[in-house]
Antibody
Framework: QVQLVESGGGVVQPGGSLRLSCEAS????????MHWVRQAPGKGLEWVAG????????YYADSVKARVTLSRDNSKNTMYLQMNSLRTDDTAVYYC???????????WGQGTLVTVSS | QSALTQPASVSASPGQSITISCTGT?????????VSWYRQHPGKAPKPIIF???RRPSGVSDRFSGSKSGNTASLTISGLQAEDEADYYC??????????FGGGTKLTVL
């Protein structure tokens, strides 16, 4: 069955960096676009970034564009989100989701919590 | 970009129907049919209930339906059940090649 497992979350100080990973199984990873969606405590969902099935195209929300880099390694069935210059408002649960270029997220992981705090 | 506009909350009794609106602009909801809807129970990951404005993913009840008119998409849930009590989110692809969620709607089943 399709599984998406996020990892890499934790507590980091403002200005710090983290790399999140999303390991996929149960499907042909290289056939699908992948996305990151986050949810701050008690708040709604926010799309963060998406990457095409080849990894050649990436797109980012304005709120993170200058500070994050999305990548994938299809040989390892894994997507990565490198986050730099972290701010307190980046505190959230980060979900990875399988989908299409235009959305339609059909499977989601359980999320990994990122806490930015001094 | 501002989030798509959804009502903060709706409520109804079991067996009734409700509709949740999702209003964007001519650069997102009004331009594409790439609108999807998700349901999220507390502490859980979101689950898809509608793709491409009005298509149900496999396994989703036909009590859920979607539509769009102009810059507003809508989700209708008929025959409300206790398990439908959750947060509901719409999302649309945009002409800026980004994706934009609605602010979310809390559905209370009375």
């Amino acid at each position: 069955q399709v599984q998406l497992v996020e990892s890499g979350g934790g507590v980091v100080q403002p200005g710090g960096s983290l790399r999140l990973s999303c390991e996929a199984s149960g499907f042909i990873f290289s056939d699908y676009a992948m996305h990151w969606v986050r949810q701050a405590p008690g708040k709604g969902l926010e799309w963060v970034a998406g990457i095409s099935f080849t990894g050649n195209s990436k797109y980012y929300a304005d709120s993170v564009k200058a500070r994050v880099t999305l990548s994938r390694d299809n040989s390892k069935n894994t997507m990565y989100l490198q986050m730099n210059s972290l701010r307190t408002d980046d505190t959230a649960v980060y979900y990875c989701a399988r989908g299409e270029w235009w959305g339609d997220f059909d499977y989601w992981g359980q999320g990994t919590l990122v806490t930015v705090s001094s | 970009q501002s989030a798509l506009t959804q009502p903060a909350s709706v409520s109804a009794s079991p067996g009734q129907s409700i509709t949740i609106s999702c209003t964007g602009t001519s650069s997102d909801v009004g331009y594409y049919s790439y609108v999807s809807w998700y349901r999220q129970h507390p502490g859980k990951a979101p689950k898809p209930i509608i793709f491409y404005v009005n298509r149900r993913p496999s396994g989703v009840s036909d009590r859920f339906s979607g539509s769009k008119s102009g810059n507003t998409a809508s989700l209708t849930i008929s025959g409300l059940q206790a398990e439908d009590e959750a947060d509901y989110y719409c999302i649309s692809y945009t002409r800026s090649n980004t994706l934009l969620f609605g602010g979310g709607t809390k559905l209370t089943v009375l």
